[in-house]
């Protein structure tokens, strides 16, 4: 089972298999889980993290350890920047993508093109360290952080960016300053209507005034009938909206399963399991 969902993600984890064998990954896979995972931090292009270990006398170690780990890719100059940004003002297949948060399909192209890569290759494009007895580069620990990475990499393509000493900010601001760029994003601007604003969230009671005297009947009955029916409310346009909102692979679902079709299949044995309880 492929733990990225994206061609980015698998490519990023294949440069880890082309350097380590793959009993050490599959151990690694393993230790980009919560369990294992005690903290976890990408600021800055480097992934920190602390992992639990295991007690193994053979290196000496006899109480559950705790290691660290930090994984950083090797920084494009400022001059191989600019470069690759010239390549990609010239496209309007490229930057119309990167301007809408999209990670082209040919960016590796550009990055070739200025006789560089984005995606790593080999162990070279990685500065890894953990302070774990094993020897190896990468250890599984390593590898753990990796594969963490690769998921993160699923959700935003643009830390790739980031890991290669360019902030997603940054690359928009000079994508802008081309001539293409700010035509195309003149393009994606659109006139949306303002919002209303409303007092409350939900619907406020009226305050009605009470007559001087009232008997207990009127008390407990009410001054009028209540009405015979009750008017349906209106069905949503776009049901289940805010299960939809995030995808199907929100930040938050780590699983290789689609949150949305979970949701679905719950949904509906929860409703089978409301009609049982009220037939």
């Known amino acids: 089972m492929k733990i990225s969902k994206t061609w980015w993600g698998q490519q990023f984890l ?3 298999e082309n350097f380590t064998d793959s009993g050490r990954l599959a151990r690694g896979r393993s230790y980009s889980t919560d369990n ?3 903290t976890w931090k990408l600021a800055k292009g480097i992934a920190s993290a602390t992992l639990r270990g295991n007690i193994n006398p053979y290196f000496g170690v006899y109480k559950e350890p705790t290691y660290h780990v930090s994984v950083k890719m090797l920084p494009l100059s400022g001059a191989q920047w600019e470069q690759v940004i010239a390549l990609f ?3 309007a297949s490229v930057i119309s993508k990167l301007l809408i948060n999209d990670m082209p399909e040919s960016i590796e192209n550009e ?6 890569h984005l995606l790593p290759q080999s162990y070279k494009d990685f500065i890894v360290q953990c302070d774990c007895p094993d020897y ?6 390593i590898a753990g952080v990796c594969f963490r990475l690769a998921q993160q990499f699923d959700h935003n393509p643009f830390l790739l960016f980031e890991m290669r000493g360019l902030s997603p900010e940054k ?4 994508l802008l300053k081309s001539p293409l760029g700010k035509i195309l994003a003149q393009g994606q601007e659109t006139t949306q209507p303002s919002l209303i604003p409303a007092e409350h969230f939900y619907t406020q009671p009226k305050p009605q ?8 009947h009127q008390f407990w009955q009410g001054q009028k009938p209540l009405p015979k029916a009750i008017e349906s409310p209106q069905e949503a ?8 909102k995030g995808g199907d692979y929100p930040e938050f679902w780590q699983k290789q399963t689609s949150f949305i079709s979970v949701m679905e299949d719950f949904y509906l044995r929860m409703r089978k399991l409301c009609l049982r309880e009220l037939s």
């Not at 005034?209 to 207990?216: A, D, H, M």
């Open 36 to 38: 294992r995972i005690k």
């Open 89 to 91: 003002s010239q496209k």
């Open 111 to 116: 990055f070739k093109a200025a006789d560089t």
């Open 209 to 216: 005034e009470l007559p001087k005297q009232i008997t207990s």
């Open 136 to 141: 190896a580069v990468p250890c599984k620990h």
């Open 14 to 16: 294949a440069a880890l």
């Open 171 to 174: 690359l928009r601001k000079e």
């Open 237 to 244: 346009l776009i049901p289940a909206l805010v299960i939809k």
